[in-house]
């Protein structure tokens, strides 16, 4: 085989791939369900359409300095101070396409081949694979008992000379747990003694439920921007349903935002700065759709958590943000790659299996979508898994007879 074993080793995104299968089935007709989507469905602000548009009718589309524009890498350092209470220069900040890429410019800028990168179980299925795309070592650290809240003595007794970052994500996809304040203070408190750098995936930390917030991680040092470990990434996908027009960022401090910048320029040059304006115009005009969206998405947390409570078996720890659960289906199915085909065959509703985010016997379920969608996606997987409920369903308009139970 002439291609790289490194690349061949590189897991293909199941999300995407789910999207990939939800959208064929629909092609064919069927109702499908897609329970398994990462992204909001209002549209895109106003604002940044008309800013987009705008930039788009000057027919001056050229390259961009890599590192963003000017006026969004202003309003970033805006965002930065109102919502972080942190002061920060330009040249702390690197625009780039999504937070994904964001990710990995971090990762990309501070591994040397076989650093340990420690990742919290359950995990965003794109951690592991782009630590080993930068031949560092994704090393796992699993809560034991059950509640999606990491433990510090986990994680300290994962450490090793060779640990050169950990990554949180709070609050967390996929179990919308946000962690707590006592963790955060300890886990930051202990990589600034040890200089491991702290990469904060902060994409959903205003879609939060119940008058909870995420307590920025800046809180926990007293640090300057340039001194600290910690490292903010954050974007326009989800809190403002703008998953398509790629642009997130990281706030770090200066060196380390060149040496990305510098990365950045041979791989994509910079991001379009079309999109760029978009995502300004997102950033700078009303913020009551990122409430408007909070707000619908709480109002599904609660329903798909009443929904479970008529599911028997099935035990679903309560998200606290973002928009996906990670219920647990063990007493249904161990194997949560069958169950999830099992469920998209018989029942045409899309899963994510929890063994891609390192929690076997769960689902991931999505409920960004409609509350339709949320409870008869729910009752779908009732009847295909539950003896209990009526052995008869409309899919579409088409009469299903379940003969399997
Ligand atoms: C935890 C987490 N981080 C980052 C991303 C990627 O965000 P973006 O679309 O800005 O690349 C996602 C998308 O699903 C995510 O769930």
Known sequence: MTLSTLARSIAESPTLRLNEEARLLRERGEAVIHLGIGEPKNRAPLTALLSAAAKLNTGEIKYSPTDGIPS??????????????KVIAPENVIVSAGAKQSIFNILYAILNPQDE???????????????KMCYGVPVIVTPEDGT???????????????????????????SGVIFSDEFLSQLIDLCERRGIYVIMDDIYHKLVFDGKHPTPGYRFTTKDVESTKIIVVNGVAKLYGMTGFRIGWAVANRQLTQVMTNVQSQITTCTSPFLQVAAEGALTGLQSIVENLRLAIQNNRDVIMQEFKSFPGVKCVKPEGTF??????????KDSV???????KKAFVVTV??????????????????IKDVTEGIARIKWALDPQSPNEIYIGDKKMVRDWL
């Open 338 to 344: 069958a169950l999830s085909n099992f469920l998209l």
């Open 72 to 85: 969004l890498k202003k309003a970033i350092i805006r965002y930065t101070e109102e919502n972080y209470d």
């Open 324 to 333: 996906y659960c990670l219920p647990d289906f063990r007493a249904y199915q």
């Open 117 to 131: 990168v420690l990742i919290l179980a359950p995990f965003w299925v794109s951690y592991p694979e782009m630590v």
């Open 353 to 370: 299996p929890g063994k891609e985010f390192g929690m076997e016997g769960h689902l991931r379920l999505s409920y960004a979508g409609s």
């Open 148 to 174: 999606f809240q990491p433990r510090f003595e986990d994680i300290e007794r994962k450490l090793t000379s060779a640990t050169k970052a950990i990554i949180v994500n709070s609050p967390n996809n996929p």
